[in-house]
């Protein structure tokens, strides 16, 4: 008897509750679908100061049209660029917080929102893995804060979220010129790494760049036509003479004195088989003339 007058207790709260709530939902369905754009402002900031994001940007949609240029339309765009932003969608954020900042350009809230507008673009940017391109726009939006609010207490933030940015284009350039070297593109791999290095003099891995642009430009060399060696396995001896005036006490000095002397090995070899090659052309040439030397004798001798 006990169980089931709990039972029946239990359902009847559930039945409240979904009442409650169907009828919640029900009176919110109808204020979006109405007419009492007043009532939808009103509204609208209840539920955005109650967190509610979503009810809230749901009739802010109705509104930011209707209400441009009136008198609560810049507490309603700023709330509407902060919905999206806790909602999480920021690439309508930072959207929607450049464009108060360009209406409102002398409001209060106008340095924020331009802020906010960099930031959202920051956290739209990608891993170092792939395209940087929205990470250069990021720099870009970024600096602009800087450059237009040069006083601002925001402006050590955004110097921290620029070199953020400007970390994770450095490992990309890292990561790219080591890709060429491990796909065998030796060439590319020397002027990336070189290209890096130059792009980011302050690199964290500028040791290992300018030992592997020694490794690089070594097997450039050594995989060039006979021809083209020699220079190429010169330009290895002098990486390495750069790399080692640079980092005497280098992790990688051992590796890369052994590409230096396979440089100056291969410099001695190719020498003597250009040598070589050129001994044997002379040589042919030589035999070929005293032919047509000893052909043209006989034909003088067979002449009447």
Known sequence: MFKNCYLFKLFTLLLILSISFFGCKSKFEKLKASNDYQKKYQEGIK???????????????????????????????????????????????????????????????????RYMSAYCSYLESPNSTLDQTNTLLSIDKLQLFINLYPKSTRVAEASKLIQSLRDRLEVKSYANAKLYLTIGDYKSAVIAFRNSMRDFPDTKYAEEMEFLTVQAQYMYAKNSLETKQEERFGEGVTAYNEFIEKYPSSQYAKQAEAYKRQCETGIQNVKKYLANIDNEQKAYKKQVDQEKSKQAQATDIKTP
């Open 47 to 113: 539920y955005y100061n109650h967190k509610d994001y979503s009810r809230a940007l749901a009739l802010f949609d109705d509104l930011v049209q209707r209400y441009r240029g009136r008198e609560e339309a810049e507490v309603l765009f700023y709330d509407y660029a902060f919905a999206n932003y806790y909602l999480k969608d920021y690439t309508s954020a930072g959207y929607h917080f450049k464009n108060f900042a360009d209406t409102y350009p002398n409001s209060s809230r106008s340095e924020e929102c």
